[in-house]
């Protein structure tokens, strides 16, 4: 067990809990609750598992926040960083300089992890950062053709691609726009969500096409000559794990490219090993022109996010004989580019991306499909170390339960009780666990679940 910083006094948990509530504004966070109410406080991680402040471990089964997909104990990671902060622990890259450390990351995430058609990578900070970078390489990249009346970027509602206001405005949740008054020239499309949004009887497939067949109407709409980009997380995490048809992506591709238009994928939460590729885009086996990358990067040990630029976007750029005037003081630090490249060394040390795809994946899904059986459930849908389930009042209408109840946060209070930690999207919980998950602890993981739905079954019905 790893022993406490020194910086850190000795407090009781209510201590804690009390300074929290006086200085501290958390994000995503309702702050009357959480001043009337306190924090739940995190003291340290190991393995899999967080252990709260007054001792109770939890079987992390969202990776942090869809980031440590190799789980907390990484010393080889945390090495690196150390041993980076002795050497340079800071260098921007700012005018016609670099550091030795962004080079090699750039290098190893190119050749070793990017599919073959990428040739060049931007850092950022985070993935909101990255997708603010999107909006300002797709611009160029129009702009420098001659092209600069393409300025929509579609997206889909119920989409998250982050929160500064750039970002907000390519997502599509509705709670989140309310507070923001948005970029303009972004326009929203139906999600791929079939089991709130099939028509009755209609089959994956022809949902897909539906699904898929909205993108080309909006481009019409739009005229083709006006849009720039299409951007979509190729499973939507924080909207609830939203995996669409086995159809949708290659049509999507295929209205993009008819009409020529950018085809942005943020894998923010599937890149590095979620599906057990390094990227959805491996998986679907299709070719994005730009990538949203952060989280796993660094397995979430340090602060850092990109774009992955395909040679079709990357030619235009190079060319661009104008400054590309955008950049954040902390583009590629040396920290963070030192945690990905020993993120890098991990993963493919221990193989985890076959383990995904032929073990553990496979197993996740047999397991986590048992709990269809449950009376609060109404579909359990998995794909490589993602997952989720729909709680349903009434599984044979799908009715949902009124919003007033809170059933989600009901049900996400009483898994954490029974040890296990998963986030409640409205009525849809959802699971991510670090990949590097042993079969024992996905049966630790199921075991509890269905306890807390247990648990929360006598209190809701
Ligand atoms: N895109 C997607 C798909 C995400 O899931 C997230 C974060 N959950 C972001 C962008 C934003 O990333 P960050 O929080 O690092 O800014």
Redesign the pocket.
Known sequence: MSTRPNFLPERETREWQDLDNKHYLHPFTTHKEIRENSARIIERAEDIYVYTHDGEKLLDGMAG??CCNLGYSRPEIVDAVHQQLQYLPFYNNFFQCAHTTVIEASHRIINDVAPDHITDVFFTG???EA?DTNIRIVRRYWDVQGQSQRKYIISRDNA????TIA?TSLGGIADMKKQVDGMGNVEHIMPPYHFELSEHGESEEAFGERAAQALEDKILALGPENVAAFIG?PIM??GGVKIPPANYWKLIEKICRKYNILLIL?E??TGFGRLGHWFACDYYGIKPDLI?F??AVTNGFQQL?GVLVSDRVSKVLNSDSQEFTHGYTYSGHPAACAAALATIGVFERDNVLDYVRNEIGPYFTERLSELKGHPLVGEVRTIGMLGAIEIVKDKASKTRFPGEVNAGVIIRDCFINEGVIMRAVGQTMVAAPPLVITKSQVDELIEKARAGLDKAASKLI
């Open positions: 926040l869809w985070s993935g909101s997708n998250y691609h982050g929160s970002a997380e995490g924080a943020d923010v939460i949203t952060a989280k996010g």
